[in-house]
């Protein structure tokens, strides 16, 4: 399996950016990363996903470095509503089906 | 547009009862998967369909059976229900596309005594 390595947990101040590492060394070369989020007592929800490029969206952007055997979740200004669980996933490349998730980083924003 | 819908969203069983978690989903998704996340813990796959009326086991399927036998729902079962499945089950669907992301139900959680 295609794994990844987050850190268990992270804090940030409200409004400022945080930058949430991923490590991926195994990936191959048609994985796509992608990042989910759990806010408490709620199913994971979509926050972004990349190839190469580097990715921008109304949530977030995701840096992804030029080998690909790491990523980083940037959430430019962090608000209390942030406060989650993060994950960085990469697509199964045995079956190309499904993706497995990790511990995930726990984010707490400090007000 | 309701999206994933799981039911029932909480559950209580007696050891070696049975139950049936379904999980609809109004996209045309082809793809569908059920997941159980513990306290403190990731969420792990336990069984998965590509299309109607295939199923294919996960990382944890044991204890559990699947179904599907329309694009639109899947069905988790629990034949004998054990303490060890105390769990929050949570149902994903998405589409085919390489990078497609999944869609999740809101989870359903399941306590046995």
């Known amino acids: 399996d295609a794994k990844t390595t987050q850190p268990n947990s992270m804090e940030s101040n409200e409004e400022e950016p945080v930058h949430l590492p991923c490590n991926h060394s195994?990936?191959?070369?048609?994985?796509?990363i992608h990042w989910y989020r759990q806010l408490p007592s709620q199913g994971p929800e979509y926050v972004i996903h990349g190839l190469t490029s580097n990715v921008n969206n109304r949530m977030a952007s995701l840096a992804i470095a030029e080998d690909r055997k790491s990523s980083t979740l940037i959430l430019h200004r962090a608000t209390l509503r942030d406060a989650a669980v993060y994950y960085c996933?990469?697509?199964?490349?045995?079956?190309?089906?499904?993706?497995?998730f990790g511990t995930g980083t726990s984010l707490t924003v400090i007000p | 547009n309701a999206g994933v819908t799981q039911t029932p969203k909480f559950r209580v069983l007696k050891t070696g009862q049975s139950m049936t978690l379904l999980c609809a989903q109004d996209m045309n998704h082809e793809y569908m998967y059920w997941y159980r996340q513990d306290p403190g813990m990731g969420l792990r796959l336990i069984h998965y369909?590509?299309?109607?009326?295939?199923?294919a086991k996960g990382e944890v399927p044991d204890g559990y059976n699947v179904s599907r036998l329309k694009k639109q729902n899947f069905l988790l079962g629990l034949e004998s229900a054990a303490p060890s499945q105390t769990s929050v089950y949570f149902c994903?669907?998405?589409?085919?596309?390489?990078?497609?992301?999944?869609?999740f139900g809101s989870g359903t959680r399941l306590t046995v005594v």
């Open positions: 195994t990936i191959s070369g048609t994985d796509y």
């Open positions: 996933i990469l697509r199964d490349p045995r079956t190309g089906n499904q993706f497995y």
């Open positions: 369909s590509v299309g109607e009326g295939t199923t």
């Open positions: 994903a669907s998405r589409w085919t596309g390489e990078s497609a992301g999944y869609t």
